[in-house]
Nanobody, 124 residues
Framework: VQLQASGGGLVQAGGSLRLSCAAS????????MGWFRQAPGTEREFVSA????????FYADSVKGRFTISRDITKNTVELQMDSLKPEDTALYYC??????????????????WGQGTQVTVSS
């Protein structure tokens, strides 16, 4: 599975961005799609995830109520709508796929495939 993330950019605090991740090479039929982010000098952290079968969504506390994850099964894509952005949301955002059937896991090590990352910069 190849993952291609897009949609990052520069936005002012309070603004919005919509990230998209397209999967290719194989039609996703199960597992979990997740978004992670990594700011300079920090570890990669969990942002949000969606169960591909059930559509159940999960969020880090830091983004809950501001970010919304969704999937399009027909297009093999997952999106992350980011509203009310804050400077602390600035990071390189990655999409990832966990092919297991264990349900949503937040650990970086649980994910098998990763996109290349898209930069999100929020100015104050």
């Amino acid at each position: 599975v190849q993952l291609q993330a897009s949609g990052g950019g520069l936005v002012q605090a309070g603004g919005s961005l919509r990230l998209s991740c397209a999967a290719s090479g194989r039609t996703l039929s199960s597992g979990v799609m997740g978004w992670f982010r990594q700011a300079p000098g920090t570890e990669r952290e969990f942002v949000s995830a969606i169960n591909w079968i059930t559509g159940s969504t999960f969020y880090a506390d830091s983004v809950k109520g501001r970010f919304t994850i969704s999937r399009d099964i027909t297009k093999n894509t997952v999106e992350l709508q980011m509203d009310s952005l804050k400077p602390e949301d600035t990071a390189l955002y990655y999409c990832a796929h966990d092919r297991s059937l264990f349900g949503v896991r937040r650990a970086v090590s649980a994910y098998d495939y990763w996109g290349q990352g898209t930069q999100v910069t929020v100015s104050s």
